[in-house]
């Protein structure tokens, strides 16, 4: 079974920009949906992204439309989230997941996940 390993994350000022990577061992990842999602302290895990396994189309919550940037290089099995204008509402730690059933919002639906890489963001 493959592995997906998350990295880019650290500690950025408010407006500042970080780009998280997500590396698969695996290339049946190629044919998968990737998401990436979030959570906080105290909170439950939500969505940020998602691509489809062809790159095509994305998807993204309201609340980082405009400043998030999903992409995928299935060649290199990685895929990107490219972050810029954060805010300290983004801190907290972000996961990246493959559902093989297609690109969805829901956290059910990615079957395999990484360790999640933190991203803080101070005022």
């Known amino acids: 079974q493959g592995q997906l390993v998350e990295s880019g994350g650290g500690l950025v000022q408010a407006g500042g920009s970080l780009r998280l990577s997500c590396a698969a061992s695996?290339?049946?990842?190629?044919?998968?949906?990737m998401g990436w999602f979030r959570q906080a302290p105290g909170k439950e895990r939500e969505f940020v992204a998602t691509?489809?396994?062809?790159?095509?189309?994305?998807y993204y919550t309201d609340s980082v439309k405009g400043r998030f940037t999903i992409s995928r290089d299935n060649a290199k099995n990685t895929v990107y989230l490219q972050m810029n204008g954060l805010k300290p509402e983004d801190t907290a730690i972000y996961y990246c997941?493959?559902?093989?059933?297609?690109?969805?919002?829901?956290?059910?639906?990615?079957?395999?996940w990484g360790q999640g890489t933190q991203v803080t963001v101070s005022s």
């Open positions: 997941a493959a559902s093989p059933t297609g690109a969805t919002v829901n956290v059910a639906d990615y079957q395999y």
């Open positions: 691509i489809r396994w062809n790159g095509i189309r994305t």
């Open positions: 695996d290339r049946t990842f190629s044919s998968s949906a």
